[in-house]
């Protein structure tokens, strides 16, 4: 009798122990889902392998804003175009390295149309020491952001807190960039880009974001923003916009800036009169809806929805392969048919059919 029960028991134990474990795991599963961890964020954090700042550093004062971007102020006159405008990406090694992101990045440029110039205003910043040489070696603009590198014995998931500490800390360096009376584009480097897309920012809009999901009318602020390109215009305004941007996100739970920026957004119009425009994804489109997108009016692609640097790398280097066919088109043939974009080969998700 005894050691049956003995094994009773265990057995009791095991299924509650399989209980808990399942129950758990959707608890988790169900607080990843409520903080609205995107797929944008889970892609990035998937594969970046960057330092970040400690916690205590993610509010900065502006005073020390001017110390730890002290170099900006003499750098941003070099790359700035004449009507102070620069556009902002940034690495980590694993992007800068030879024959990776920057390398697709910066070929976007020279085969697109009459935007290689541009290259010339685009401040690469750094996030560590090895993208920074990596930087050095191809562009002229670059810039190390000193990001104390975290404990990785510290946390488990340090992948996705480091990369959360990073957009946050690159979201000062462009409240600083804007103090000192730029404007800025920024773009997320697995973005290629084809035509200019200043020629869709208009003068009307303290900022200029793309979207995730757009309803067609560029200034309703129910448009979902991709904070993985946008404009920002330098005034006393839209200082005070990032400044309230980044004191948020004390009252979120913890997440990155664009999900933050969108459960502000309503407020920053209402209390700044913060004006926004969406970019329309037919012209600035990511790889979570690419059907149906006519390269004919194409200005950037987002590697979006895309898991892993590899696929990213394929899928974006046969979007500029299916780019440098289409403008080695006569004006005829483009004229003769629509041309779109195939699906992406290695990146996707079940709904990138929905547009
Ligand atoms: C912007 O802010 C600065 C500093 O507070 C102030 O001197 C300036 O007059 C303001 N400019 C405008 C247009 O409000
Ligand atoms: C470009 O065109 C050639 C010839 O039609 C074709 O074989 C090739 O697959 C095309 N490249 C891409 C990336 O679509």
């Not at 095991?14 to 889902?33: C, D, G, K, N």
């Not at 892609?43 to 205590?56: H, L, N």
């Amino acid at each position: 009798m005894e050691p049956q029960k003995g094994y009773l028991r265990r057995i009791a134990f095991f299924v509650f122990e399989m209980w808990f474990a399942t129950v758990f795991a959707l608890l988790i599963l169900f607080a990843l889902a409520s903080i609205g961890m995107s797929l944008d964020m889970l892609e990035k954090s998937y594969f970046t392998e960057i330092g970040a700042a400690s916690p205590g550093d993610s509010i900065i004062s502006q005073d020390s804003a001017e110390t730890q971007f002290a170099d900006l102020a003499q750098l941003l006159p070099k790359v700035a175009t004449d009507d102070r405008t620069v556009i902002i990406t940034s690495v980590n090694e694993a992007f800068a390295r030879p024959n990776s992101l920057l390398g697709l990045f910066r070929e976007s440029f020279q085969v697109g149309e009459g935007i290689g110039h541009l290259l010339n205003n685009v401040l690469v910043v750094a996030v560590d020491a090895k993208a920074f040489s990596y930087c050095k070696a191809v562009h002229p603009h670059c810039y190390l952001l000193e990001v104390k590198t975290m404990d990785l014995s510290s946390a488990n998931n340090y992948m996705t807190e480091a990369y959360v500490e990073l957009v946050w800390t690159k979201l000062s360096l462009q409240q600083r960039v804007l103090e000192l009376g730029y404007n800025f584009l920024f773009t997320d480097v697995d973005i290629v880009w084809f035509r200019n897309p200043f020629r869709h920012i208009s003068a009307f809009a303290d900022m200029t974001t793309s979207s995730d999901v757009f309803s067609s009318d560029s200034d309703s602020l129910d448009n979902w923003p991709n904070t993985g390109f946008f404009y920002v215009k330098a005034t006393n305004r839209t200082v005070e916009m990032l400044r309230r941007w980044r004191a948020a996100r004390a009252r979120f739970p913890p997440n990155h800036e664009q999900a933050i920026f969108n459960e502000i957004k309503h407020e920053l119009a209402r209390d700044l009169g913060v004006r926004v425009r969406f970019l329309d994804t037919a012209r600035f489109g990511g790889f979570c809806r690419i059907f149906h997108i006519d390269m004919g009016a194409a200005c950037t692609m987002h590697a979006n929805c895309c898991f892993g640097l590899a696929n990213k790398l394929h899928d974006l280097r046969d979007v500029l392969g299916q780019w440098k066919n289409y403008t080695g088109m006569t004006p005829q043939e483009k004229k003769s048919q629509k041309f779109t974009w195939k699906d992406p080969a290695k990146c996707g998700t079940p709904d990138k059919r929905d547009t």
